[in-house]
T-cell receptor, first 117, second 111 residues
């Protein structure tokens, strides 16, 4: 049981290039999330998904697109990278909860460190 | 969404209990309190959560005041490996999507 995995771990892009970050979970969770974390800051929600084929915007969605074609995977795309997107990206998944109350605790991946020059 | 307030940093001696406070005075009746921690640059790690009652698991205890306006995370016997940033979060949103991470408390466990 690997939990939440993310690929790649590190990436350097030039301004204007595109890339896709992959998140995979093996916990049969319905909900998945993408966050970014800038130095010294807390995490901010980019996009989320409450099920296969559905996505929604979070707090900072501009410049990113997402897709959830399979329940276990959640992809984050940058179509035209900008230096302001230099950050660490975390994926998380949740639900169903292990207890009887639907408390939605989120489980996080190890992160992808992205630098845009 | 309820906002949380935490001290920016705290120190704790190794082997002693670490008590991390959090204020969430605008919390509403159906909002849960969660605690996470982040060690260095790793992904946040779930610790514990609660609604009204005090909770305990293998990692920590969570004490929530009767009016639910504040809570305390207790690490009963802190070790050097507990040095991390601790986040207190009040979760709302139908899908748990309003999981707002503030700056947290940087806990330093000292030998």
């Amino acid at each position: 049981n690997a939990g939440v995995t993310q690929t790649p771990k590190f990436r350097v892009l030039k301004t204007g290039q595109s890339m896709t970050l992959l998140c995979a979970q093996d916990m049969n969770h319905e909900y998945m999330y993408w966050y970014r974390q800038d130095p010294g800051m807390g995490l901010r929600l980019i996009h989320y998904s409450v099920g296969e084929g559905t996505t929604a915007k979070g707090e900072v969605p501009d410049g990113y697109n997402v897709s959830r074609l399979k329940k276990q995977n959640f992809l984050l795309g940058l179509e035209s990278a900008a230096p302001s997107q230099t950050s660490v990206y975390f994926c998380a998944s949740s639900y169903p909860s292990r207890d009887r109350v639907q408390s939605y605790e989120q489980y996080f991946g190890p992160g992808t460190r992205l630098t845009v020059t | 969404d309820a906002k949380t307030t935490q001290p920016p940093s705290m120190d704790c001696a190794e082997g002693r209990a670490a008590n991390l406070p959090c204020n969430h005075s605008t919390i509403s009746g159906n909002e849960y309190v969660y605690w996470y921690r982040q060690i260095h640059s790793q992904g946040p790690q779930y610790i514990i959560h609660g609604l009204k009652n005090n909770e305990t698991n293998e990692m920590a205890s969570l004490i929530i005041t009767e009016d639910r306006k504040s809570s305390t995370l207790i690490l009963p016997h802190a070790t050097l490996r507990d040095t991390a940033v601790y986040y207190c979060i009040v979760r709302s949103g139908v899908y748990g999507q309003n999981f707002v991470f503030g700056p947290g408390t940087r806990l330093s466990v000292l030998p």
